[in-house]
């Protein structure tokens, strides 16, 4: 497989809801955990929902990561997708854990690229 | 499991190059796509790079949208993820494989939510 990069798909479960509730300290951990694995930041939108849940995506030049939460579910759905093997992605999973303060997520792992017949997955689970 | 949501990734090969290559336009297919399948855009953010390659992320109010390109593979990775059961995803997925003219695409659906042990991961190639 001609893999162009590393996609994870995280669910945090368990978290701090007021946490989840909060765009300013979402865009601030997401930005500074593209930054701290080595990625280069390019733009980002956030939103905040009524009456709660942040979504936000950053573009980075390696692709991307977003996040989703429900603090009503203390979750997040959280993806982080990098393109090359110089970044390491799991880093900031840790990174977004330990933000959200969550006990308990998923990481489920698919490599993409082209002239893959179907994206290799991985599913690793992690208590954190 | 408390499925929040569904999240297609899809593999999009022998795409147009120069297709790939255009901003504006992927940013118009992707918007217009979104809008079809019934989602409401409430951000986005689009980066041409050189010599070539497009990242575009769409965040919608049921999750978001992202796309990136390598026109030197005819390539493009596509993520759709949209919560709830309201809107059709794979709606999306055929309008942009239209447009960008992918004869071949393979697409990844994961069901993601709270308090699942993993994410429920069924494959399915399509050849369009």
């Given at each position: 497989?001609?893999?162009?990069?590393?996609?994870?798909?995280?669910?945090?479960?368990?978290?701090?809801?007021?946490?989840?509730?909060?765009?300013?300290?979402?865009?601030?951990?997401?930005?500074?955990?593209?930054?701290?694995?080595?990625?280069?930041?390019?733009?980002?939108?956030?939103?905040?929902?009524?009456?709660?849940?942040?979504?936000?995506?950053?573009?980075?030049?390696?692709?991307?990561?977003?996040?989703?939460?429900?603090?009503?579910?203390?979750?997040?759905?959280?993806?982080?997708?990098?393109?090359?093997?110089?970044?390491?992605?799991?880093?900031?999973?840790?990174?977004?854990?330990?933000?959200?303060?969550?006990?308990?997520?998923?990481?489920?792992?698919?490599?993409?690229?082209?002239r893959s017949p179907v994206a290799t997955k991985a599913a690793v689970t992690?208590?954190?």
């Amino acid at each position: 497989m001609n893999a162009v990069g590393t996609h994870l798909l995280v669910e945090f479960q368990a978290c701090n809801a007021e946490t989840l509730n909060d765009l300013k300290g979402l865009r601030t951990a997401l930005i500074s955990a593209a930054e701290e694995v080595g990625a280069t930041v390019i733009g980002d939108t956030f939103h905040q929902f009524s009456p709660h849940g942040v979504t936000g995506v950053v573009a980075i030049a390696e692709s991307h990561l977003c996040i989703h939460t429900w603090p009503e579910y203390a979750y997040a759905a959280v993806d982080i997708f990098t393109c090359g093997d110089s970044l390491t992605p799991h880093l900031a999973v840790e990174r977004i854990a330990d933000y959200l303060e969550s006990t308990d997520h998923q990481v489920t792992e698919i490599r993409r690229g082209p002239r893959s017949p179907v994206a290799t997955k991985a599913a690793v689970t992690a208590q954190a």
